[in-house]
């Protein structure tokens, strides 16, 4: 019988074909009829062989059909799972691109980290390079003895900002090596460097030394004790040039101004403070000035109440027992009340009204000396008598004491009259004045007109007194 193309005889079973495709054995498998003559050895299968077209010796068509559907369902299947597996490819392959982009931007994210981080740490750097040389231009500053002490012109709000830029002056001068002064030309044992270092040392340390007196001065200084610590500096300034005299030592007027300049801002701080404290001193003194005022016309009222309550009842019983004539009588007395009653309630009122007073004392002040002020005490005399207490040694003469209904005024113009001759120009509330008493009445005459009662000479009976029994223990 003849053997369709493609099958061959199998190794692996005896009497057994198998299917080579023209590339490699197939899993199809088919078992040989009984032949009448033996086999051919079995040779290798070659790439090529001749269709020849008979399959009857193997079975039959059906056999080969079922077979050959077979293969196809195979085939299917096999397409099925390439598809699958493509699918299942292009999946992971999907998966791997967006995974790759989320490490792309992971690492996008991690290097624009990284370049904040070395922004900030080159900031750092900048940062800590500033500081170092800061550091090195303070301890340079110290090493002359100009160290950042408290300045009282620190908490002023006027004088802190040429604080400032004196003491950036001050240590512009000393890094310039403006600040002191000496020869280059020295010589030590004959050497022009070790006479460089002397000179270089004795400057350091003399500036060190002024340095120190100028702090010491500074925060010593006093309101009014400036010329005091302005010549302390000034000879210090002098003795190191006369120690220096060797090597023409000396610091230069340049540097003695900036410092005698920082003096006066710290004097003039403290200046400042102690005119506060007495104009809040004289403020507390007015507040209780008015207040005794406010009492006194209070207790005056509340007196005058009670009288005007005494003279009604009193008329009233007098009406009622037929005395008219007294009951006339008492009505005046009433009037009076009323009015006096209506007077309180007008001073109370009218805070500008008040006792415009000139006084003046000789015992204490001199002839040329006068105090102008107002009161609203409703008696006046008390107000003077509180200033002439034990602060003075002699009680005040009065020159005039007048009710007006603008005293505010009146005052205000005879103390513009006098502000030349003010003898406190800072604080204002201190009103003595430079004047006589007769040239304060030409003042007040052209202010308010006529003045009913005015004493140019002041009786100063005390002073006087006391005068006399000077003399006669003389």
Same mark, same amino acid.
């Given at each position: 019988m003849t053997t369709p193309a493609g099958w061959y005889p199998d190794v692996q079973v005896p009497g057994g074909m198998r299917y080579w495709d023209g590339q490699q054995w197939t899993e199809h498998r088919t078992v040989a009829q009984q032949a009448a003559v033996p086999q051919p050895a079995v040779q290798q299968p070659q790439t090529h062989h001749e269709d020849t077209g008979g399959f009857s010796l193997f079975g039959g068509k059906k056999q080969l059909q079922a077979e050959n559907e077979e293969l196809r369902q195979q085939v299917a299947a096999l397409q099925r799972e390439v598809a699958q597996l493509r699918a299942e490819l292009q999946r992971l392959g999907g998966l791997d691109a967006l995974a790759l982009e989320d490490e792309k931007r992971s690492i996008a994210d991690q290097i624009e980290q990284l370049r904040v981080q070395k922004a900030s740490l080159s900031q750092q750097v900048q940062q800590a390079g500033v500081q170092i040389v800061d550091m090195q231009d303070q301890a340079g500053l110290q090493d002359v003895g100009l160290y950042q002490y408290h300045h009282p012109a620190e908490s002023s709000v006027q004088l802190s900002a040429a604080l400032d830029v004196v003491r950036a002056q001050i240590k512009q001068c000393v890094r310039d090596k403006r600040a002191i002064a000496a020869t280059m030309n020295f010589t030590f044992n004959n050497s022009a460097a070790k006479g460089r270092k002397f000179v270089n040392d004795m400057s350091r340390i003399m500036l060190r030394a002024y340095n120190a007196e100028a702090e010491n001065c500074v925060k010593t200084v006093k309101a009014g004790n400036l010329s005091v610590a302005q010549s302390r500096l000034r000879k210090a300034m002098d003795s190191i040039a006369q120690q220096g005299q060797m090597i023409d030592l000396r610091i230069t007027e340049e540097y003695h101004s900036l410092r005698l300049r920082e003096l006066e801002l710290a004097a003039d701080y403290n200046m400042m403070v102690q005119q506060e404290k007495e104009m809040e001193r004289e403020r507390k003194a007015e507040l209780r000035e008015q207040r005794k005022a406010e009492q006194e016309l209070k207790a005056e009222r509340e007196r005058l109440e009670k009288e005007l309550a005494h003279y009604t009842n009193a008329i009233r019983m007098l009406e009622d027992k037929g005395d008219s004539e007294a009951a006339a009588r008492l009505q005046d007395k009433l009037a009076d009340v009323q009015h006096a009653i209506e007077n309180v309630d007008y001073r109370t009122a009218n805070i500008r009204a008040g006792f415009v007073y000139v006084i003046s004392n000789v015992g204490a002040f001199g002839q040329n000396m006068v105090k102008i002020g107002l009161t609203r005490r409703l008696e006046p005399s008390d107000r003077i008598r509180e200033l002439g207490d034990a602060s003075v040694p002699f009680?005040?003469? #009065?020159?005039?004491? !007048?009710?007006? =209904? =603008?005293?505010? *005024? #009146?005052?205000?113009?005879?103390?513009?009259? !006098?502000?030349? +001759?003010?003898?406190? +120009?800072?604080?204002?509330?201190?009103?003595?004045?430079?004047?006589?008493?007769?040239? #304060?009445?030409?003042?007040? +005459?052209? *202010?308010?007109?006529?003045?009913?009662?005015?004493?140019?000479e002041p009786e100063a009976e005390e002073f006087r007194l006391s005068r006399g029994e000077i003399d006669a223990v003389l």
């Open positions: 009680r005040f003469d #009065v020159h005039t004491l !007048f009710f007006s =209904d =603008d005293a505010v *005024t #009146v005052e205000t113009k005879l103390h513009q009259a !006098f502000a030349n +001759k003010r003898v406190n +120009k800072i604080n204002l509330r201190r009103e003595f004045f430079y004047a006589t008493p007769a040239e #304060v009445l030409e003042v007040l +005459k052209a *202010t308010v007109g006529e003045v009913v009662e005015y004493r140019s």
